[in-house]
């Protein structure tokens, strides 16, 4: 049993753009366009969170795709307070434009409450 545990988690490993546990939480890359594309799997009851600081006026273009339902959000924290400019349960997908009006770093968020893993899809654009 063992060893089929160790073969499966080698097979994940090898899965090329597919992030895990470990890289739960990812730092916003724009590229030279102002794009920010990732693919990744949330586990089953875990979460993934792409989070960048953001500048008042800019407007970021955000859109997903998930393989299931999962619960979604945009936050930023004010202290120990969470602030969310969007908020969504179980949804596989959605699109809308982020119009900054505090400097913060924002967080897009998304949970898988299900017993399987369900892949993400991601694409920001500014």
Known sequence: ????????????????????????????????????????????????????????????????????PVDFNIHYHVGKEAVFPAKQAQVSSGRDTLNVTVGQDYCWMWTNKGSAPVSLTIDLAR
């Open 1 to 68: 049993m063992t060893q089929f545990r160790a073969c499966g988690v080698l097979a994940m490993l090898a899965l090329p753009g597919v992030a895990f546990a470990s890289s739960h939480i990812v730092d916003i890359a724009w590229s030279p366009d102002g794009r920010f594309a990732h693919k990744t799997q949330i586990a089953a009851g875990k979460f993934v969170e792409v989070c960048g600081k953001l500048t008042v006026g800019e407007g970021v273009r955000w859109n997903f795709a998930t393989a299931a």
